[in-house]
């Protein structure tokens, strides 16, 4: 049997995750290859360095957003939600920007555009809890690449659509519907309804799916974990000043196996969480195995005493 054991170090995020899986040595550029046949590789560009956190080399994996300026932050260690948190509190950032790359054609219709959308995005910042608006709203731009607010519909018929290997695409779907129905529980939807503000953005989806091509290419029967830190201390995201682990977060890991840490940082994101909610066959210590290859994977942030990164071990 092919091991994965993922070596949680200090927290899970998703592209923590991809970065590990390109240093144990699978190939990036095949991964870059097959995320084309989602179709919006127009919308981001994606890099992997190799990098040392506290003395260990790992591989730093990172989606840019095209036409955003400062896209590596919300890969700190909270990804998902920095991101997405920073552009709502912005209120028209990330949509100003979608209209840049939407309506390209004209500078002069892209400028009405920012101010149009200006108001409109405060106006759904406003209604946030309300997903009904915020549905109708982003669904008016969903097929002109609206980066930031896609819903579980859209995501699930991108990836259903796609000419993906049909392993690719379980898997992808299985780590969507966990999220999906972790966001439905804690906003009170049903699953047709729910928009991922927090996680639906471009870079999820490449992390996602991204981490499903890597795992199919590395030929991997069983995923092993150990337990997982979460961090502690208070983040803020859309709904507010929340405490880590964010809602969505802990809601994703139920049943999973949380470790206590005096990091006040978000060490695990709802990507990382969802992978191994999902993926983990079983939770416990490195298994007995002969090692083959080692991975490790970066977060953005520093800690003075902790290596962020993630390990992984493959072996059988």
Not at 4 to 22: E, K, P, R, T, V
Not at 158 to 168: C, P, R
Not at 290 to 303: D, L, M, P
Request: with cysteine; charged share 20%.
């Amino acid at each position: 049997m092919r091991t994965l054991y993922i070596d949680c170090i200090n927290g899970i995020s998703g592209d923590m995750f991809i970065g590990a899986l390109i240093d144990a040595g699978a190939d990036a550029t095949i991964m870059q290859e097959e995320l084309k046949k989602l179709n919006i590789q127009d919308e981001y560009t994606l890099s992997w360095i190799k990098v040392i956190k506290n003395g260990i080399s790992s591989t730093k994996f990172d989606v840019h957003l095209v036409n955003e300026h400062t896209h590596d932050h919300d890969h700190g260690h909270s990804h998902s939600h920095e991101h997405t948190h920073d552009h709502d509190h912005g209120h028209s950032h990330s949509h100003e920007h979608t209209h840049d790359h939407d309506h390209g054609h004209s500078h002069s219709h892209e400028h009405t555009h920012d101010h149009d959308h200006g108001h409109s995005h405060s106006h759904e910042h406003t209604h946030d809890h309300d997903h009904s608006h915020s549905h109708e709203h982003t669904h008016d731009h969903d097929h002109s690449h609206s980066h930031d607010h896609r819903s579980y519909k859209d995501i699930v018929h991108m990836i259903e659509t796609s000419q993906l290997s049909e392993g690719v695409k379980d898997t992808s779907l299985r780590l969507f519907r966990k999220i999906g129905e972790a966001e439905g529980l804690i906003h009170g939807l049903p699953l047709d309804k729910v928009h991922f503000h927090e996680v639906g953005a471009v870079d999820s989806i490449i992390d996602i799916v991204g981490a499903a091509i890597l795992l199919e290419q590395l030929q991997i029967d069983i995923i092993k974990s150990s337990s997982v830190p979460v961090g502690n201390g208070k983040i803020h995201i859309d709904h507010g000043i929340y405490p880590v682990p964010a809602p969505a977060t802990l809601e994703i890991m139920r049943g999973v196996p949380i470790e206590q840490t005096d990091i006040r940082s978000e060490l695990t994101t709802p990507t990382g969480a969802v992978f191994v909610a999902v993926l983990v066959n079983e939770f416990g210590n490195l298994p007995s195995m002969k090692v083959q290859s080692i991975g490790y994977g970066a977060g953005t942030k520093t800690f003075p005493k902790h290596p962020n990164v993630i390990r992984v071990i493959i072996g059988e």
